[in-house]
């Protein structure tokens, strides 16, 4: 895994435990997790096409029993193998190229038809939005932590980016922090 950061693998799993509790939640309701990787990438000689990442106690080589797990897989796998042909199947742009026929009829309807183009359009216009607000709010922030940095005072930050002062002293800190 020479190009994918332990860390990165790491934090994403991390999100999705975030969300999974309200707060105040007990901790024993944190659901058994499982997030699968497809990193299209090449991989170090001799590392495997899929690699189970669980934690383990150092001192006695026993799961730690988290119940969490990250599997890896490399989309650049070409074994003849069925993850091997489903990962063939993901770099595919005809459906008639495809090992798989579930996957293959989905991927007709998605861009053969009228009805899937229409849906894919929808969905990559979403896609578009997120990032486009994504964008919006990086650069909010950015300009808040320049005038904060030019010592400009919170409130007039706040109102010149559309934000609370508390938003603004949330930033601040995460600032300060890093």
Same mark, same amino acid.
């Given at each position: 895994m020479n &190009?994918t950061n332990p860390k ?5 799993s991390?999100?999705?435990d975030?969300?999974? +509790?309200?707060t ?11 997030v699968?990787f497809?990193? @299209?990438?090449?991989? #170090?000689a ?5 690699? &189970?990442?669980? %934690?383990?106690v150092r001192?006695?080589g026993? @799961? ?9 897989i490399?989309?650049?796998m070409?074994? @003849?193998?069925?993850l091997g042909?489903?990962? &063939? @199947?993901?770099h595919? =742009? ?9 996957l293959a009829?989905r991927? %007709?309807?998605?861009?053969? =038809? %009228?009805?899937?183009v229409? =849906?894919?359009? /929808?969905e ?10 994504s ?7 950015e =300009?808040a !932590?320049? +005038? +904060?940095?030019?010592g ?10 559309? &934000?609370?002062?508390e938003?603004i002293?949330?930033? /601040?800190n #995460? !600032?300060? %922090?890093?």
């Amino acid at each position: 895994m020479n &190009h994918t950061n332990p860390k990165r693998l790491r934090y994403h799993s991390s999100i999705i435990d975030v969300h999974s +509790l309200y707060t105040g939640e007990e901790f024993e309701k944190l659901p058994e997790s499982k997030v699968i990787f497809i990193v @299209d990438e090449e991989s #170090d000689a001799g590392v495997e096409p899929i690699l &189970h990442i669980k %934690r383990t106690v150092r001192e006695t080589g026993g @799961d730690y029993n988290d119940k969490s797990e990250i599997i890896y897989i490399n989309a650049r796998m070409k074994e @003849d193998t069925e993850l091997g042909r489903l990962m &063939h @199947d993901f770099h595919c =742009t005809k459906a008639e190229d495809m090992y798989s026929e579930v996957l293959a009829k989905r991927v %007709r309807v998605l861009k053969e =038809t %009228r009805e899937g183009v229409e =849906t894919m359009c /929808k969905e990559m216009d979403k896609i578009y939005q997120v990032g486009e607000e994504s964008g919006k709010e990086k650069g909010k922030y950015e =300009t808040a !932590m320049k +005038l +904060l940095e030019l010592g400009a005072r919170e409130d007039m930050i706040a109102e010149a980016v559309g &934000h609370s002062v508390e938003e603004i002293k949330r930033w /601040k800190n #995460d !600032m300060k %922090r890093q």
